[in-house]
């Protein structure tokens, strides 16, 4: 049967690509960086919002060439930048770590008015001004002409705490080694850094005692240690490593073998007046110096000299014959 509107076979085809074009979504244009094949074949990387990982960070001023330094010059470019991170991150309070870096949050601690002191910005912020307190005395002491920013205000004292490991050492009485009788182990200590030593934390105060306020700003409930304080780096030096070396010396010699713990017993004697000094006493049987006369090794056994006149036997008399 013949149609009785006859199409051309031209028309036909025009018809039909545009029904074909009109039933399908015209795609976005493709971007210049998207996954197509570049002039070389190869296959282009897809273009992505997150930096690259090899992208250099460019910091303004900042060379990121570097010519051929000592091993001085490489230590100050270095603190240079460690510095000016340090004083960007305060600037702009960005010194909180993402979630995945940060470690676990200690148990909440409050001041006298109820407010807690150890807040995660509080923590962190420390932590940075601390590093930078070191950083710029550094830099100070090592790089001629350096001027600290001027931002910066010197701490008036720094501090550091030494731990005393008394959960591992349970038996070990730390707190009166490093104290001494009346004190005079710690005033020696800091007589000799020119630091200011504390014990502070667990079991500093005994039980039933009042806390002074400098006992009660500080955490109650933190682990037992020395807090070393001073107006300069040497001098809490010094006072960390004559702390460590008594807590080193007295979990390693055995009680009775402990030099330091003797001599503070001697001292305790002395200072109570019942210190009988051995040492320099005299024998009056031997004449060696050391020991008194009835623990003297060479006395004499006088039983064993007797002679009987009757028998002639050693040890009794002839009363006793």
């Known amino acids: ?6 199409i051309k076979q031209e028309s036909y085809s025009l018809l039909a690509s545009e029904i074909n074009m009109k039933s399908h979504v015209p795609r976005s244009p493709i971007a210049p960086d998207s996954s197509t094949n570049g002039a070389d074949g190869g296959r282009r990387k897809r273009k ?3 930096g690259d990982e090899d992208k250099k960070i460019y910091i303004p001023g900042v060379p990121t060439a570097l010519p051929k330094l000592s091993r001085d010059q490489t230590d100050t470019y270095v603190l240079q930048i460690r510095l000016e991170e340090i004083n960007r991150k305060l600037r702009t309070g960005d010194f909180i770590p993402p979630e995945r870096e940060r470690s676990p949050s200690p148990e909440p601690i409050y001041n006298a008015d109820g407010k807690r002191v150890n807040t995660r910005e509080a923590r962190y912020r420390k932590k940075l001004e601390d590093e930078r307190h070191k950083l710029i005395d550094n830099a100070i002491k090592n790089i001629p002409g350096f001027k600290p920013p001027l931002d910066y ?18 038996e070990i009485n730390f707190i009166g080694l490093l104290i001494g009788p009346r004190g005079n182990t710690l005033k020696g200590m800091e007589s000799d850094s020119g630091a200011k030593i504390s014990i502070r934390g667990r079991g500093s105060v005994k ?5 002074t306020d400098a006992a009660s700003s500080s ?10 304080m001073a107006d300069t780096e040497d001098k809490v030096k010094k006072a960390v490593k004559l702390i460590e070396k008594i807590i080193e010396t007295s979990a390693s010699t055995p009680e009775g073998q402990n030099e330091l713990k003797r001599n503070q017993l001697r001292e305790l004697a002395a200072l109570n007046g019942t210190l ?3 040492e320099n006493q005299t024998c009056l049987n031997c004449g060696a110096i050391g020991h008194r006369r009835y623990e003297c090794p060479e006395r004499q056994n006088l039983t064993v000299s007797l002679t009987c006149r009757i028998c002639n036997g050693h040890g009794h008399t002839a009363r006793d014959c």
Request: include cysteine; charged fraction near 40%; proline fraction near 13%.
């Open 1 to 6: 049967m013949d149609q009785p509107y006859p």
């Open 48 to 50: 992505s919002r997150w």
């Open 153 to 170: 205000k010197r701490p008036s004292r720094l501090q550091e705490k030494v731990y005393i490991p008394a959960k591992e050492f349970p």
């Open 207 to 211: 039980e039933g005692k009042s806390r």
């Open 219 to 228: 955490a109650p409930e933190e682990d037992l240690h020395c807090l070393v």
């Open 276 to 278: 009988r000094d051995d």
